[in-house]
Antibody, heavy 122, light 113 residues
Framework: QLQLQESGSRLVKPSQTLSLTCAVS??????????WSWIRQSPGKGLEWIGY???????YYNPSLNSRVTISLDRSKNQFSLTLSSVTAADTAVYYC??????????????WGQGTLVTVSS | DIVMTQSPDSLAVSLGERATINCKSS????????????LAWYQQKPGQPPKLLIY???TRESGVPDRFSGSGSGTDFTLTISSLQAEDVAVYYC?????????FGPGTKVDIK
């Protein structure tokens, strides 16, 4: 059974960088045809897809966050990571990692982590 | 971006009765080349992540009870719970994966009447 677990900074100061990691167990992040996504949920904006990294390392980001987001794979640790720079209070949300399943770049999400609340505050 | 809307915002249904949730996309999510609608449905209970119920608009995920069904094509879709159970109290979201950015609907809250 595939399991995903988020970890990382829970409190981030404004203008600093948010960093989260998703550890994957029960399956390899290097095997296709899956992608590995970050999704966030805040009361004001609902569920928002941040971006994903394909098993090859290719990335796709939401244009609304594109200039601030980096998602990367660490195959040796079977995990993937999110960094979001120049954060503001609007980035306060529960952040989920999830596996994308589907065809090519078209993914629905069949496995999710439990989520981690990240608060941006001084 | 493809904008997803859902109706109603919330509904209350008696136990054993039918619940119907609608989802509309701002453009068609039907990919004729694959003959598929790129639309998924999720259930989220408080304090939990979303759980995949339906993908390709009408394919039930493994382990999902058959009282959950999805239908529709193009821009208009429906999630039906044929006989509401107490454990179905949750917020339900639709998601399109026809195009990036992948987008979700705002959610529909289902309660017991």
């Amino acid at each position: 059974q595939l399991q995903l677990q988020e970890s990382g900074s829970r409190l981030v100061k404004p203008s600093q960088t948010l960093s989260l990691t998703c550890a994957v167990s029960g399956g390899s992040i290097s095997s296709g045809p899956y992608s590995w996504s970050w999704i966030r949920q805040s009361p004001g904006k609902g569920l928002e897809w941040i971006g994903y990294v394909y098993h090859t390392g290719t990335t796709y980001y939401n244009p609304s966050l594109n200039s601030r987001v980096t998602i990367s794979l660490d195959r040796s640790k079977n995990q993937f990571s999110l960094t979001l720079s120049s954060v503001t209070a609007a980035d306060t949300a529960v952040y989920y990692c999830a596996r994308g399943n589907g065809i090519l770049t078209f993914y629905y999400f069949d496995y999710w982590g439990q989520g981690t609340l990240v608060t941006v505050s001084s | 971006d493809i904008v997803m809307t859902q109706s109603p915002d919330s509904l209350a249904v008696s136990l054993g009765e039918r619940a119907t949730i609608n989802c509309k996309s701002s453009q068609s999510v039907f990919y004729s080349f694959k003959n598929k609608n790129y639309l998924a449905w999720y259930q989220q209970k408080p304090g939990q992540p979303p759980k995949l119920l339906i993908y390709w608009a009408s394919t039930r995920e493994s382990g999902v009870p058959d009282r959950f069904s999805g239908s529709g094509s193009g821009t208009d879709f429906t999630l039906t719970i044929s006989s509401l159970q107490a454990e179905d109290v949750a917020v339900y979201y639709c998601q399109q994966y026809y195009n990036t950015p992948l987008t979700f609907g705002p959610g529909t809250k289902v309660d017991i009447k």
